[in-house]
């Protein structure tokens, strides 16, 4: 492997224990990937709390947990210091950062948390407890290298902004972070990142539904490992719009990249996506695909329901205008949860424009640093069904239980709330 000076220097221990063993970490990574060298990580997110997978490990010892279960490492390698030269932002954790009786946790989980979380702040990470980092000013630029622990993060990074990574998970994004490296292979590559698959969309896409339910619908068509380009007669699109289907084509394949022309960075047109690469497979998205897709995630029927949850990726402010103008003088039924999730200082931001008292006065609420399936089983299993307006949590949640679990756009799902039913005529149909 090639490396540089400066990382010869980091191996041999003259940065310290900490960004030694990063690195060594890094470079078996890039010894097992088979790539030749290195390359600079400048934007990172790491996946920050006391998560329930830590729990294998016996001890609640911040330090001792980081180094074993982060670094691979029996003895206490204190987590005290993130790279310099690289901007770490913390994703969502398993508590809300104010809030744990709604959530029916315990005070002393919610204190490990957050004391999970402080350690990682006085190394340097800011605290933004975001699947959205975007949202608070996280935006790597064209050809920057980043890593992050977030699946839609990765493909939104890769296709809208033409930034450079890979989804390489929790402890390697940690070791970036800390040594401020990533082995230059995938994405991070800019011969790699042309088009494999031609996607032609008859479909009509305007809703914000309609792109979740594209990007499901083109995940399922995907074969491993492919890049598509999807081709089609879209109008008012926007980054919201952009931003839901980046994230849930991540979630039901495992597309980092994925190339609209006129939209995307790397992609003019679709003969530029493909580089003058020969198509390995063309693939249609018809009305039937995205009907299909939609059927698979909403449960057929009517119901009386206990729960309802917006905001995945996290809501940004125009959703949460959107949100406090329809329930303005309407009341959330008084068996329903509603919560609304986004990120700090958004909340501020719908605080300061009145939305925030808007929605609690109609008995809903704005949470933060979290979501339904990352706080996990021990606040969904106290509901005996549950609404989504997106397709990541409706499958997340669709996984873990056998309970009813209904999917619509933002409007559907406040109908719900309002009268603490779900109605079949609340499904979506073309």
Same mark, same amino acid.
């Given at each position: 492997?090639?490396l540089t000076?400066?990382?010869?220097?980091?191996?041999?221990?003259?940065?310290?224990?900490?960004?030694?063993?990063?690195?060594?970490?890094?470079?078996?990574?890039a010894? $097992?990937?088979?790539?030749?060298?290195?390359?600079? =990580? !400048?934007?990172?997110?790491v &996946?920050?709390?006391a998560?329930?997978?830590?729990? $294998?490990? #016996?001890?609640?010892? +911040?330090?001792?947990?980081?180094?074993?279960?982060?670094?691979?490492?029996?003895?206490?390698?204190p987590?005290?210091?993130t790279?310099?030269?690289?901007?770490?932002?913390? %994703?969502?954790?398993?508590?809300?950062?104010?809030e744990?009786?709604?959530l029916?946790?315990? #005070?002393?989980? +919610?204190?490990?948390?957050?004391?999970?979380?402080?350690?990682?702040r006085?190394?340097? $990470?800011?605290?933004?407890?975001? %699947?959205?980092?975007?949202?608070?000013?996280?935006?790597?630029?064209?050809?920057?290298h980043?890593?992050t622990?977030?699946? /839609? =993060? !990765?493909?939104?990074?890769?296709?809208?902004?033409?930034?450079?990574?890979?989804?390489?998970g929790?402890?390697?994004?940690?070791?970036?972070?800390? %040594?401020?490296?990533?082995?230059?292979?995938?994405n991070?590559?800019?011969?790699?990142?042309?088009?494999?698959?031609?996607?032609?969309?008859?479909?009509?896409?305007?809703?914000?539904?309609e792109?979740?339910?594209?990007g499901?619908?083109?995940?399922m068509?995907?074969?491993?490992?492919?890049?598509?380009?999807?081709?089609?007669? +879209?109008?008012?699109?926007?980054?919201t719009?952009?931003?839901? &289907?980046?994230?849930?084509?991540?979630?039901?394949?495992?597309?980092?990249?994925?190339?609209?022309?006129?939209?995307t960075?790397e992609?003019?047109?679709v003969?530029?996506?493909?580089?003058?690469?020969?198509?390995?497979?063309?693939i249609t998205?018809t009305?039937?695909?995205?009907?299909?897709?939609?059927d698979?995630?909403?449960?057929?029927?009517?119901? *009386?329901?206990?729960?309802?949850?917006? /905001?995945?990726p996290?809501?940004?402010?125009?959703?949460?205008k959107?949100?406090?103008?329809?329930?303005?003088?309407k009341?959330?039924h008084?068996?329903?949860? +509603?919560? =609304?999730?986004?990120?700090?200082?958004?909340?501020?931001m719908?605080d300061?424009?009145?939305?925030?008292?808007?929605?609690?006065?109609?008995?809903?609420?704005?949470?933060t640093?979290?979501?339904?399936?990352? =706080?996990?089983?021990?606040?969904?299993?106290?509901y005996?069904?549950?609404?989504?307006?997106?397709?990541?949590?409706?499958r997340?949640?669709?996984?873990?239980?056998?309970?009813?679990?209904?999917?619509? *756009?933002?409007y559907? %799902?406040?109908?719900?709330?309002?009268?603490?039913?779900?109605?079949?005529?609340?499904?979506? #149909?073309?």
């Amino acid at each position: 492997m090639i490396l540089t000076e400066k990382e010869k220097s980091i191996l041999d221990g003259k940065d310290g224990k900490l960004k030694q063993t990063a690195l060594e970490n890094v470079v078996r990574y890039a010894d $097992v990937l088979g790539a030749k060298e290195l390359c600079e =990580v !400048t934007k990172a997110t790491v &996946f920050c709390g006391a998560h329930n997978y830590l729990n $294998v490990c #016996k001890t609640d010892d +911040f330090q001792e947990l980081f180094s074993k279960m982060n670094l691979g490492k029996d003895e206490k390698v204190p987590f005290d210091k993130t790279h310099e030269n690289c901007y770490v932002q913390s %994703c969502v954790a398993p508590c809300d950062q104010f809030e744990y009786k709604a959530l029916h946790q315990s #005070k002393n989980y +919610f204190d490990k948390n957050s004391n999970f979380v402080d350690e990682c702040r006085k190394a340097g $990470v800011i605290i933004a407890g975001s %699947c959205a980092p975007y949202l608070t000013g996280w935006l790597p630029v064209q050809g920057e290298h980043f890593v992050t622990t977030e699946s /839609g =993060v !990765t493909t939104i990074g890769n296709s809208l902004w033409g930034a450079m990574g890979n989804s390489d998970g929790i402890e390697a994004a940690f070791w970036s972070a800390i %040594c401020g490296r990533t082995p230059k292979w995938g994405n991070h590559i800019k011969e790699n990142r042309y088009a494999t698959h031609h996607v032609k969309v008859e479909a009509e896409i305007n809703t914000l539904l309609e792109w979740d339910l594209l990007g499901k619908a083109v995940g399922m068509k995907l074969p491993t490992s492919s890049r598509p380009v999807i081709d089609g007669d +879209f109008k008012n699109v926007n980054f919201t719009k952009l931003a839901q &289907f980046f994230t849930t084509i991540s979630m039901a394949s495992n597309c980092e990249i994925c190339h609209i022309p006129g939209y995307t960075s790397e992609a003019r047109d679709v003969e530029d996506a493909f580089r003058g690469n020969e198509f390995q497979g063309e693939i249609t998205i018809t009305e039937e695909d995205l009907q299909y897709a939609y059927d698979l995630m909403c449960d057929d029927g009517s119901a *009386d329901i206990e729960f309802v949850s917006l /905001g995945c990726p996290h809501y940004n402010i125009d959703m949460l205008k959107k949100v406090a103008e329809y329930l303005d003088g309407k009341k959330i039924h008084e068996r329903v949860h +509603f919560m =609304v999730w986004t990120v700090y200082p958004i909340k501020s931001m719908a605080d300061l424009n009145g939305y925030t008292k808007i929605i609690e006065e109609a008995g809903g609420k704005i949470y933060t640093s979290s979501c339904p399936t990352t =706080v996990g089983n021990v606040f969904l299993d106290k509901y005996s069904n549950f609404v989504f307006d997106s397709y990541k949590q409706a499958r997340s949640v669709k996984s873990d239980t056998d309970k009813p679990v209904y999917y619509g *756009d933002m409007y559907n %799902c406040m109908d719900a709330a309002i009268n603490g039913r779900w109605e079949e005529d609340n499904r979506w #149909k073309k």
